[in-house]
């Protein structure tokens, strides 16, 4: 399967994922607005956060595909099952511990990472609470992640890609049966979390085993293949956690300010659309065609794969960074100005949305480039630059922070810019390091269509803006605010994609790619699962 049809599928069921994640938000925002119980609720919505990206989205899965691939390829699969048996056992044994340990001491590590609510023991009491319902879902996801990446591994993405779903379902669901009190609401939303991870780790393992794959739960020991494993992820664990440390530590600052950890969060849900969509549907898709590229000798091919998925990344994500850096307030006012979510908190959010815009093609470059890494089973890179962000992150956004503060301008904005300041050294010193070693070479070629990847986003953002001027011409002559919001993106959308055509930004056989069902041997790309394939 090619890599844009890969992609096709992963960012297309990612989609689905995040309409319904959208849903969820508008229900989270009608029910708690942007006071203390909606910071409660998402400062305790970042540790299940945390270990999705760090498990499903990171350090494990990234070490575990490379290390389960070779092992197919030279010992054949009963083998290379029989190394994910164990390593299951050891990682369900290991977050069960931490996750029991965690519940015991959230009340102190709350007092360290949420030190703004120390004046206020009601909001910081529910935090600890939701917090503590939530840690359940990092044994769940645990599970889900090694499933998955036995899949991806055969070139089985549908199960895993589908599987986020079931997180949003079960807080809509959650959201519609208590949705009168704010509080009770943040509870059955937050345990709603926790059995969400069940229901993905089950989804995921019926399609491991509808696929033909056989693991066990053998007694945990750590075997050669378990600690190879575990040594490979070690690093990307460490720039997991770097990287959503930088996430933490801006929730500590921002709550020192009232509101600002949902503006962020609201921004935060914006920017990832196009993160989730793109840059991660295009890092997992490739993940397993670079380690068989790279255990194959072909760092020409890989070279190429490298070049089609950074192109192929920046023709989707440009364009949704300048529709961000164009009508920032309009899209959040639209979308979420409802229930307690008032225009006031609609501009704040905005304000935040304007800094993570510019950052949003840095933090997409970061999982594109990450997999040319891990390919080669070099997690330990990564980790200094990741590290490396988060020092430049934690200075910049604390000295900002303060600093707009004393100056009676919203802080918060200082930790949006850090974010994408760490970002973007994050991403340029990967660059670097690849083309250093030359693993990385973009050709003339590629640098062309990037520079018209990026004309053709520079049009569409000068569209928007001239739109957004007129936004009040347009919602008289279309009748509504949403009908005028829903012109500009679909609208400019399609103009985007007129001109990308036009300048051969993107090209006609990669939409056809995409959307072309290929089938061959899970080894080399493979299909969907057997029943599972939509």
């Not at 345990?191 to 780790?201: C, R």
């Not at 800094?355 to 990564?382: N, S």
């Not at 957004?468 to 002559?477: D, H, Q, S, Y």
């Not at 006609?508 to 080399?524: D, T, Y």
Request: aromatic share 10%; proline share 4%; with cysteine.
């Amino acid at each position: 399967m090619s890599l844009a049809r890969n992609t096709a599928v992963i960012g297309g069921l990612t989609l689905i994922s995040r309409l319904f994640g959208f849903a969820r938000d508008l229900a989270l925002a009608a029910a708690l607005g942007a006071g203390p119980v909606a910071d409660a609720f998402f400062a305790a919505l970042r540790f299940p956060n945390l270990f999705r990206r760090l498990f499903a989205e990171g350090a494990f899965s990234q070490a575990f595909i490379p290390v389960y691939s070779k092992t197919l390829a030279a010992e054949g699969e009963e083998a290379a099952n029989r190394m994910a048996s164990e390593a299951l056992s050891v990682l369900l044994l290991m977050t069960g511990v931490l996750s029991a340990i965690a519940i015991a001491g959230m009340s102190w590590i709350n007092r360290a990472l949420f030190a703004g609510y120390s004046g206020d023991p009601h909001t910081f009491q529910l935090a600890t609470l939701l917090t503590q319902l939530s840690m359940p879902y990092l044994v769940a996801m645990s599970a889900a992640t090694l499933f998955s990446g036995v899949l991806n591994a055969h070139g089985r993405f549908f199960a895993a890609a589908a599987a986020p779903i079931l997180f949003n379902l079960c807080q809509l669901t959650a959201l519609w049966l208590v949705h009168d009190n704010p509080e009770y609401s943040a509870v059955a939303a937050i345990s709603a979390v926790s059995i969400s991870g069940v229901l993905q780790a089950l989804w995921v393992w019926w399609g491991a085993v509808r696929s033909g794959t056989k693991l066990g739960f053998p007694f945990p020991r750590l075997t050669s293949g378990v600690k190879r494993l575990f040594i490979l992820a070690a690093p990307a664990a460490v720039a997991g956690g770097a990287l959503q440390i930088n996430v933490m530590i801006s929730q500590a600052l921002a709550s020192f300010e009232r509101g600002a950890i949902t503006y962020l969060n609201v921004a935060d849900r914006l920017y990832q659309l196009p993160l989730g969509l793109i840059g991660i549907a295009v890092g997992v898709a490739m993940l397993p065609r670079l380690s068989r590229l790279v255990q194959e000798g072909d760092e020409f091919g890989a070279r190429g794969a490298l070049d089609e998925a950074v192109a192929l990344s920046m023709a989707f994500t440009l364009p949704a960074a300048a529709a961000m850096l164009a009508i920032p307030f309009y899209l959040i006012d639209g979308l979420y100005s409802r229930g307690a979510f008032n225009a006031a908190d609609a501009h704040n959010a905005a304000l935040a949305l304007i800094h993570y815009g510019w950052g949003v093609p840095a933090f997409v470059l970061a999982k594109i480039y990450a997999p040319a890494f891990f390919a080669r089973e070099d997690t330990k890179a990564p980790m200094r630059y990741a590290i490396t962000s988060m020092v430049i992150n934690i200075a910049l956004g604390a000295a900002l922070f303060f600093g707009l503060r004393a100056m009676g301008l919203p802080g918060f904005q200082g930790l949006a810019i850090a974010t994408s300041t760490a970002a973007w050294a994050n991403a340029l010193l990967m660059i670097r390091s690849l083309m250093a070693r030359g693993a990385y070479a973009p050709t003339p070629a590629a640098f062309g269509r990037l520079l018209r990847i990026v004309l053709a986003s520079a049009i569409l953002f000068a569209v928007m803006w001239f739109g957004n001027a007129n936004r009040e011409t347009l919602e008289t002559v279309l009748g509504s605010k949403e009908a005028a919001i829903a012109l500009l993106i679909l609208g400019g959308g399609t103009f985007y994609f007129v001109v990308a055509f036009v300048v051969r930004a993107v090209t006609i056989s990669e939409v056809r790619s995409a959307f072309k069902r290929e089938r061959g041997p899970a080894g080399g790309g493979g299909g969907l699962p057997p029943g599972l394939d939509g």
